[in-house]
């Protein structure tokens, strides 16, 4: 079946503009996340829904970002007055529940220059 | 989730070898995950093995688990160019469980 898909795969934008990020998840997936993995990082956790609510936002860096989640499916991450430590890959994953297995999509390369 | 320490950090061998890349963890877990990561495919799940099995076999993979050491090995038989990718572990169970922490990798590289 059909992975995970996010769009755009590449985005530049310069310092001060809003950005839009979208994931598809699998189809069923009703657990969501948002992770972004800058050069030479590690994975840092965003935020985590589950169905449509956000039970944990801890990991988004500042009020600059925010995420929603409509009809327990798409997901948009949106950042506002982008800066330039903002650009890095920025990945969503599915899973069916927690802790099932989480399944990656092919990431969003955001620079912002 | 914990992030898993891999070893070695880069691996280079020859197409049509295998290669074998450790992980260590450090707390109790219900499973560990072998995630592959290139820049053509993004990150891929590859296997996940529970705490009570010792090994596991997917296609070419081969996932042995040793709690009592806290460690698993990853086997890739056969190797091909395209198996060239950074290769993470990471161990399930917990709190925050859905927390994916991974650390920074084995670097294996297939030449062909």
């Known amino acids: 079946g059909a992975g995970v898909s996010q769009s755009p795969s590449n985005k530049v934008t310069e310092k001060g503009k809003d950005v839009e990020l979208r994931c598809d998840p699998i189809s069923g997936h009703t657990a969501l996340y948002w992770y972004r993995q800058s050069l030479g990082q590690g994975l840092e956790f965003l935020i985590y829904?589950?169905?449509?609510?956000?039970?944990?936002k801890s990991g988004l860096p500042s009020d600059r970002f925010s995420a929603e989640r409509t009809g327990g499916s798409v997901s948009t991450l949106t950042i506002q007055r982008t800066q330039q430590e903002d650009s890095a890959v920025y990945l969503c994953a599915s899973s069916l529940g927690d802790p099932d297995t989480q399944y990656f999509g092919p990431g969003t390369r955001l620079t912002v220059l | 989730s914990q992030q898993g320490e891999e070893d070695p950090q880069a691996l280079s061998i020859q197409e049509g070898e295998n290669a074998t890349m450790n992980c260590s963890y450090k707390?109790?877990?219900?499973?560990l995950q072998w995630y592959r990561q290139n820049s053509g495919r993004g990150l891929v799940h590859l296997i996940l093995i529970r705490s009570n099995e010792r090994e596991k076999h997917s296609g070419r993979l081969r996932v042995t688990l040793d709690t009592s050491k806290k460690s698993s090995s990853l086997l890739i038989t056969a190797s091909r160019a395209a198996d060239t990718a950074s290769y993470f572990c990471?161990?399930?169970?917990?709190?925050?469980?859905?927390?994916?922490?991974f650390g920074k990798g084995t670097l294996l590289t297939v030449n062909p």
């Open positions: 829904f589950q169905g449509n609510s956000a039970p944990d």
């Open positions: 707390t109790s877990i219900n499973n």
């Open positions: 990471v161990g399930r169970g917990g709190g925050s469980n859905y927390k994916l922490t």
